[in-house]
């Protein structure tokens, strides 16, 4: 970063003459595209703000110099991107491509796992779930009776900062109603399950919806990897993730 932003830039500039607006223009004409130079990225103009805020402190507490413009200096605001989300045409491919995997036979671990991430996905698609509760969600808490089928939010897997099952947001908790064609799906899936699980699918009340080949937690991480397969076998665009299809069910019901 020093030899590659500040020394072309304000690398021979005298510290006392430094001001607030010296240092925000800088911000910008490293943000800004240049012939020659890709413009930096919000995030690394972000940590050279930081870095040059502690430079300034340092020299001020060692008698460099007695002016400290970074007070007065803005950081730079993240931009915050909207989350992908399909087309109606891509919502149709997606959502059948994910209903093949569900029907499809799946013994070894990896088609096992393939499968589960496929009804987790399911879920976001279908249901608006995020990825952590679509890992998290445990069969008892997926009520698939005909008198009234539902979902009932409670649970999340999360990876930081470590790999543990966690009470979702207080906002979160709550039930999501499920269509018939919801609760067809996810009784196949547990039916399916209980192939692989045994008896333990039915005496292991916290047993999750989706788990791993031997009954493991799923990690949100590993839903990724496999919905970016998917998505990469269908040809759609890269920046489409698991949350693009929980934006997409969102977006469609406004």
Known sequence: VIRAQIDPTVGS?????????????????????????EPLSTSSVIKLHWL??????????????ESNPMPSVGKPSPVRSEAAMLTMTEFASTLSAIEGVLSAEASSAEAVRRRNAAMAAYMALTAAFRAGEACGISREQSRVSAADPHWYIHDQISEK?????RVVKRGSV????????DAEVARAHMAWQEG???????????????????GSWMRPSELSSEFAALRDRLG???????????????????
């Not at 430079?55 to 507490?61: D, P």
């Not at 900062?161 to 099952?165: F, G, K």
């Not at 692989?196 to 031997?214: S, W």
Request: net charge positive; charged share 25%; glycine share 6%.
């Open 13 to 37: 500039a005298d510290v006392d003459d430094m001001s607030a607006w010296a240092v925000s223009g800088l911000y910008a004409s490293l943000m800004r595209p240049v012939k020659g130079r």
């Open 52 to 65: 040059l805020t502690g430079a300034w402190r340092w020299m001020v507490k060692n008698g460099i110099t």
């Open 161 to 165: 900062p470590r790999l543990a099952r």
């Open 174 to 181: 709550g039930r999501v109603s499920m269509t018939a064609a």
């Open 196 to 214: 692989y699980l045994g008896p333990r699918a039915a005496d292991d009340r916290r047993l999750t919806l989706v788990t791993d080949h031997d």
């Open 236 to 254: 759609l665009d890269k920046s489409l993730t698991p949350h693009s299809l929980r934006h997409t069910h969102a977006s469609y019901l406004i």
